[in-house]
């Protein structure tokens, strides 16, 4: 659903272009380009947004699925896609028309300890965007997003570490030294992330390999929380 079909006094919280310009955002080019945009939806959405939120059993990432997800939901996703919005994203970090190419959008609900090795993302995407959506964060630093000069060292971060919290948008371009991570962290960790990719096979391939792991987490959940629990904090999965 678009914002049309929203409550007036509701329009006025998704995202345009304009919140990228907010002096509180942090845009770097070195070692790679990303942009942080710590208010791009404000707080008092947050009710209305989460109580539209899925709810996940299994950990990582799964393909978005419009009759999943209420009205508020659909409606946040419609605008972060939106050409406008895109193309803007897509200037901040030196890439022309981030709209022309194919996305994938994908949420996260929950969190497993093996997630979060340090890596680039493939070469499959374009650029990738990462709007967390939690109401609180533990005082840890377990599960808040790092930005890295280094593919080997978790520590070796390039701004202050970011936490997950409603409303964060992180975007970065895509590079073979774009290396991002976090630090172990199990339980519940709300993100809606959108990709940019390179083709529309690229896509439904992804498309393809993650309803095929959603469904393979379900049978074998445990095991996959076992898996990779001890891994090392500074451990990697370069694509």
């Known amino acids: 659903m678009n914002a049309a079909g929203l409550p007036l006094n509701m329009r006025t919280w998704l995202p345009g272009p304009d919140r990228l310009d907010s002096p509180a955002c942090t845009l770097r080019h070195e070692p790679f380009d990303f942009i942080v945009v710590p208010d791009l939806l404000p707080a008092g959405a947050a009710g209305a947004v989460l109580a539209d939120y899925p709810a996940f059993a299994e950990a990582g990432f799964f393909p978005y699925a419009p009759g999943q997800c209420g009205a508020h939901v659909n409606a946040l996703v419609d605008a972060l ?37 340090i890596h680039t993302d493939s070469r499959s995407k374009v650029a990738t965007a990462l709007l967390y959506l939690n109401s609180s964060w533990p005082d840890t630093s377990g599960g808040c997003l790092r930005f890295l000069a280094d593919a080997h060292d978790i520590d070796a971060v390039v701004v202050p570490e970011i936490r997950p919290l409603f409303g964060t948008l992180a975007l970065f371009r895509r590079s073979d030294h774009s290396y991002h991570g976090h630090l172990p962290y199990e339980g519940e960790r709300k993100v809606l992330q959108i990709a940019w990719l390179v083709s529309a096979e690229a896509k439904a391939r992804k498309v393809q390999r993650g309803r095929l792991s959603r469904a393979m987490k379900k049978l074998f959940g445990r095991l996959d929380r076992r898996l990779g629990a001890g891994r090392d904090r500074s451990a990697g999965h370069l694509d």
């Open 81 to 117: 896609v939106a050409p406008a919005f895109a193309d803007a994203l897509g200037a901040k970090v030196g890439i022309e028309r981030l709209s022309q190419y194919p996305t994938l959008v994908t949420l996260c609900g929950r969190m497993n300890m093996r997630h979060g090795t």
